[in-house]
T-cell receptor, first 114, second 116 residues
Framework: AQSVTQLGSHVSVSEGALVLLRCNYS??????LFWYVQYPNQGLQLLLK??????LVKGINGFEAEFKKSETSFHLTKPSAHMSDAAEYFC????????????FGQGTRLTINP | GAVVSQHPSRVICKSGTSVKIECRSL??????MFWYRQFPKQSLMLMAT?????????EQGVEKDKFLINHASLTLSTLTVTSAHPEDSSFYIC????????????FGPGTRLTVL
């Protein structure tokens, strides 16, 4: 079975500050890992994904994440927050093979202070 | 590319009626589509996996007779909520998988269902 834990249901940073959203996963098989962003009343947009290639993954909108197997982590970072980054962020895990169902974390709401 | 649409975006219905939600992959073929349910301020919960031309696979606790899923073509899957009740009110989101190799799923914009 797989699971995802996002530390912090709500993160607040100042505009221009570093954004760090934490994600830890549990998986008995090699995982694929994803970060999605959701704006109010909308679906999910893929920010980036790890699929067993480079451990440092760069995504859209200046976000990146690093897969650390020893720490079972896949934290999302952005050097400088923009007001437009305010949204809900979901970390998800799936198996690399098989059904590949996505298992989502509980989400982290990011607020950007002017 | 890789656009997934859902229709309707919002629906309000009376208790006891059935509601059909469509999920379409507009510019790619999707052999597999997924249906999720999201309660307010909560995460997405997978309801079922829909494979073109075969029966859907439902997650534990999801009533297959309540939530009917049909995946008749490589670009269309439908979710029908039968005899809807207020507790079925939720945000329903579909995703379509474009590429199996990297589990590349693209999400629709969601459908908000309100049952009165």
């Amino acid at each position: 079975a797989q699971s995802v834990t996002q530390l912090g249901s709500h993160v607040s940073v100042s505009e221009g500050a570093l954004v760090l959203l934490r994600c830890n996963y549990s998986s008995s098989v090699p995982p694929y890992l994803f970060w999605y962003v959701q704006y109010p009343n909308q679906g999910l947009q893929l920010l980036l994904k790890y699929t067993s290639a480079a451990t440092l993954v760069k995504g859209i909108n200046g976000f990146e994440a690093e897969f650390k197997k020893s720490e079972t982590s896949f934290h999302l970072t952005k050097p400088s927050a923009h007001m437009s980054d305010a949204a809900e962020y979901f970390c998800a895990v799936s198996e690399a093979r098989g059904a590949q169902k996505l298992v989502f974390g509980q989400g982290t709401r990011l607020t950007i202070n002017p | 590319g890789a656009v997934v649409s859902q229709h309707p975006s919002r629906v309000i219905c009376k208790s006891g009626t059935s509601v059909k939600i469509e999920c379409r992959s507009l510019d790619f073929q999707a052999t597999t589509m997924f249906w999720y349910r999201q309660f307010p301020k909560q995460s997405l919960m997978l309801m079922a996996t829909s494979n073109e031309g075969s029966k859907a696979t439902y997650e534990q606790g999801v009533e297959k007779d309540k939530f009917l899923i049909n995946h008749a073509s490589l670009t269309l899957s439908t979710l029908t909520v039968t005899s809807a009740h207020p507790e079925d009110s939720s945000f329903y989101i579909c995703s379509a998988r474009r590429e199996v190799a990297h589990n590349e799923q693209f999400f629709g914009p969601g459908t908000r269902l309100t049952v009165l």
